[in-house]
T-cell receptor, first 112, second 117 residues
């Protein structure tokens, strides 16, 4: 099992460009999450999906959109990147109703 | 709302020293409490957890006790190793969430631990 995988590992964007961060899990988990990690602020939840076909906003959703493509995949889209979105992005998954989340290795994004 | 406060880092210790990383929380009811660890260049991994008051979570020599009276979940290890160098995150999951819902985690800001040989 690969667990939770994320692509790309690293990306540089110019202000105003768009991109999609990909996440996939092979553990048959229903719930998936996107977080951003910034120095001194821990992880903050951007969006989550309790199950296939549903998505909900987390603490910091502005400037992002998500798609739960199927049970395995949950993508995060930046339509018009801003320097404030420079961060490390983590995807996670968990079984339905379970608290333990399993994290991917992260995507480091730099917006110039 | 829910919040988690961790002791400020970074923390630097010599090998075999005793480790304490403080964590306190604010939440209603009885949340579940977690410690996650992030090794350099990797994602977070669950280290230990406790789901009710007075529970003790333990793993790899680390321990933390859920103290409802002081709303704390301090992480301890009796003798740290160089391989324990990482960032440690305290987190909570609120109680009273519908069984079929996603369980959101609220994280503290993280504590960087460096262990010197």
């Amino acid at each position: 099992n690969a667990g939770v995988t994320q692509t790309p590992k690293f990306q540089v964007l110019k202000t105003g460009q768009s991109m999609t961060l990909q996440c996939a899990q092979d553990m048959n988990h229903n719930s998936m999450y996107w977080y951003r990690q910034d120095p001194g602020m821990g992880l903050r939840l951007i969006y989550y999906s309790a199950s296939e076909g549903t998505t909900d906003k987390g603490e910091v959703p502005n400037g992002y959109n998500v798609s739960r493509l199927n049970k395995r995949e949950f993508s995060l889209r930046l339509e018009s990147a801003a320097p404030s979105q420079t961060s490390v992005y983590f995807c996670a998954s968990s079984p339905t109703g379970m608290e333990t989340q399993y994290f991917g290795p992260g995507t480091r994004l730099l917006v110039l | 709302g829910n919040s988690v406060t961790q002791m400020e880092g970074p923390v630097t210790l010599s090998e075999e020293a005793f480790l304490t990383i403080n964590c306190t929380y604010t939440a209603t009811g009885y949340p579940s409490l977690f410690w996650y660890v992030q090794y350099p260049g990797e994602g977070l991994q669950l280290l230990l957890k406790a789901t009710k008051a007075d529970d003790k979570g333990s793993n790899k020599g680390f321990e933390a006790t859920y103290r409802k009276e002081t709303t704390s979940f301090h992480l301890e290890k009796g003798s740290v190793q160089v391989s324990d160098s990482a960032v440690y995150f305290c987190a909570l999951s609120p109680s009273g969430v519908a069984r079929r819902s996603a369980r959101q985690l609220t994280f503290g800001s993280g504590t960087q631990l460096t262990v010197l040989p």
